[in-house]
């Protein structure tokens, strides 16, 4: 098992491009979720999913759009990218009420 | 909203010495909680999960518990040492479709 991947593992992008991050797992687990980690402000949920054709706003969704096609992907997209949007972005999946496991991280610098 | 609060937000300890560290969220509905490591620019590991059934876990150096009543639950480390040095965040899953809402995490130093 490879886990929760992601890739790109860094990406510099400029102001007003667009992008996407991808995310897959490997276990068949039916949740997934995408957050953003900023110094001082812990992790925050931007999207989620409950299983494929599903998804759901989490606290910060505001710039970034999400699918869920198929169990194993649940790319995020940044539609138009802003300096704001500088961050870590960790994807993560689990069973219902099971342990959470986390992807290896992207770092994202939008100039 | 659940809110996860962690105190204290940095601690630094000698090498040897038990510790605990302490997360304590708003709303006592859940359905539990997680706690993590994280090293310097690395992802999450999980650590324990407690379901919100039961009152603590352990493995090994660990033992985390869990008191819904108060929303409360602690990190206790064992003899900690240098390798234990890191972020310690705890993470509670709660609401109609499970969310998980994250503290803000303790620093640990453990100083050889």
């Known amino acids: 098992n490879a886990g929760v991947t992601q890739t790109p593992k860094f990406q510099v992008l400029k102001t007003g491009q667009s992008m996407t991050l991808q995310c897959a797992q490997d276990?068949?687990?039916?949740?997934m979720s995408w957050y953003r980690q900023d110094p001082g402000m812990g992790l925050r949920l931007i999207h989620y999913?409950?299983?494929?054709?599903?998804?759901d706003q989490g606290e910060v969704p505001n710039g970034y759009n999400v699918s869920r096609s198929t169990t194993e992907d649940f790319p995020l997209r940044l539609l138009s990218a802003a300096p704001s949007q500088t961050s870590v972005y960790f994807c993560?999946?689990?069973?219902?009420?099971?342990?959470?496991?986390f992807g290896p991280g992207t770092r994202l610098l939008v100039l | 909203k659940q809110e996860v609060t962690q105190i204290p937000a940095a601690l630094s300890v000698p090498e040897g010495e038990n510790l605990v560290l302490n997360c304590s969220f708003t709303d006592s509905a859940i359905y539990n909680l997680q706690w993590f490591r994280q090293d310097p620019g690395k992802g999450l590991t999980s650590l324990l999960l407690i379901q919100s059934s039961q009152r603590e876990q352990t493995s090994g150096r660990l033992n985390a518990s869990l008191d819904k009543s108060s929303g409360r639950s602690t990190l206790y480390i064992a003899a900690s040492q240098p390798g234990d040095s890191a972020t310690y965040l705890c993470a509670v899953c709660a609401g109609g479709y499970q969310k998980v809402t994250f503290g803000t995490g303790t620093k640990l130093q453990v100083i050889p």
């Open positions: 999913s409950v299983g494929a054709g599903i998804t």
């Open positions: 276990m068949n687990h039916e949740y």
């Open positions: 993560a999946s689990r069973e219902t009420g099971e342990t959470q496991y």
